[in-house]
């Protein structure tokens, strides 16, 4: 891993893996966070050609450093919210505990794992799954007021703590955060799918990208890692960091 901006303390140094603390350190999020503010932070993966996943999967795409910041981000939130079509085609399973973040998140006032949100206005979800059946901490269903009710018995049987941000069936993009907040869920991540992270762009509610480059490219017709209607105006990002390793570029991007 190398610092490329801000300007690397060492221009001239070598790659070198990053331990898990400075990888920490690099990706820690901000006071405002902590102070209850809540902060919603992205994490996705681009091929060179734009490709959010290849073959309905993100793993094609990704390497060791990708996977290493990705369980560090992990390994920093409070929450992780994801798309429901993401778990069917991935087959999420529960965050695992990780022995090195184990002071740090308790320092933090974290429960031990980050507990996963699902995002579904149909609640089309296999709650057989270890999504359900073996989370350390319970698994959060997010939807709508008019989700079938049926299936609102089958989340609360399996243990599954639901979530009302939406009037109607749907689930409004802008309740997602202030909900999740209100429940002390402040440190905030989605890793998508591009449907979700759309939705979410698009309502404003997106603090920080976290997006890595994959010097790959796929060709086919894979979604962007945003996907959704077109906003009427581009939305401008700074770029605070930009790390890399073995040709894959890690960006850090803000809001102004």
Not at 104 to 130: C, Y
Request: charged content about 25%.
């Amino acid at each position: 891993m190398r610092r490329l901006y801000p300007g690397p303390e060492s221009p001239g140094e070598p790659e070198r893996e990053w331990a898990l603390d400075e990888l920490a350190e690099a990706y820690a999020y901000p006071a405002a966070a902590a102070a209850g503010a809540g902060w919603l932070r992205a994490n996705m993966v681009s091929s060179l050609d734009g490709a959010a996943h290849h073959g309905g999967r993100s793993k094609p795409l990704s390497n060791a450093a990708d996977m290493r910041i990705f369980g560090v981000l992990r390994a920093l939130a409070d929450v992780v919210i994801v798309g429901a079509e993401t778990v069917r085609e991935e087959r999420y399973r529960p965050a695992r505990r990780r022995a090195e973040f184990a002071e740090r998140r308790a320092a933090a006032g974290q429960t031990v794992v980050p507990a996963i949100a699902v995002v579904s206005a149909s609640l089309h979800l296999d709650f057989s799954l270890p999504l359900f059946t073996e989370p350390e901490v319970p698994t959060l269903v997010i939807t709508g007021a008019k989700a079938p009710h049926a299936r609102l018995l089958a989340a609360r049987e399996a243990g599954a703590e639901v979530i009302t941000a939406g009037d109607q069936a749907g689930v409004d993009p802008r309740r997602i955060k202030p909900e999740l907040v209100r429940r002390g869920h402040t440190r905030l991540l989605t890793e998508g799918g591009p449907r979700l992270l759309g939705q979410l762009a698009a309502a404003g509610v997106v603090d920080e990208l976290c997006l890595t480059v994959s010097p790959r490219f796929t060709v086919g017709t894979a979604p962007r890692v945003m996907s959704g209607p077109e906003i009427p105006d581009p939305v401008d990002l700074e770029l605070t960091d930009l790390l890399a390793e073995s040709g894959f570029l890690f960006g850090r991007y803000r809001r102004p």
